[in-house]
């Protein structure tokens, strides 16, 4: 729709057009011009009745546009195309026995309790971080049942992927691209210690992907 008029504009009612004039404003040029100035914006918010922010700026780009809406605008405009594609993580090299060992450690993950500190709900100052329990009087020292469950050998997994990653890489830490020399991009993965800063980190990240090396905690 052409914009001719202040009655034109998208929520614009007759009673906004005397609230106009008391801020100087008595045509379409006018408000043009007044859009372009941030402070004038704010004032024309404040005066007008009904008017929010969204409906100003809509104001706004029908008034560049000159005869179209946002949304027709909007619609004419061609799709963009992503440049950046999906690619897949670097996966290591496993044989069939660790690919089994990692899927049983996982099955055991799932099913084991959480462990927590003794009496960790009735002191909020030990907090839930699990110590062992200790005293002649510990009921859980004991196992006795109806007692939070405690860390025992039982609970652990397959002893080959013990320390792995969850994806079945041996994970390395690297602070410098020196560190990187020595990775087996087969089998190990790197990841980035937390005092290096963005821009050395910019630069491991590239290099490890010219060396074909998985990054465990790359930035995005």
Known sequence: MTVNKLTDLKGFKDKNIPELESIGITSLEGLKAALDDEEKVKEIIKTLSGIGPKTVMSWKAELADGSKSPKEVK???????????YVPSIKPELNADMTEALEK?????????????????????????WRRPKGIHSKAKRNLKRRPPVVDIGFRGPREVR??????????????????????????????????????RVVIQDKAKELGIRVLNRMA
């Open 163 to 200: 320390g792995l990653h969850p994806s079945g890489f041996e994970e390395v830490f690297v602070y410098n691209i020196d560190g990187l020399e020595n990775v087996n991009s087969k089998t190990q993965a790197v990841r980035i210690g937390g005092t290096v800063g963005t821009k050395k």
């Open 105 to 129: 450690r996982a099955a055991i993950s799932r099913r084991r309790p959480a462990f927590k500190r003794q009496e960790w709900f009735r002191y909020v100052k030990l907090g839930e971080s």
């Open 75 to 85: 619609d004419k405009e061609e799709p963009k195309v992503k440049e950046n594609k």
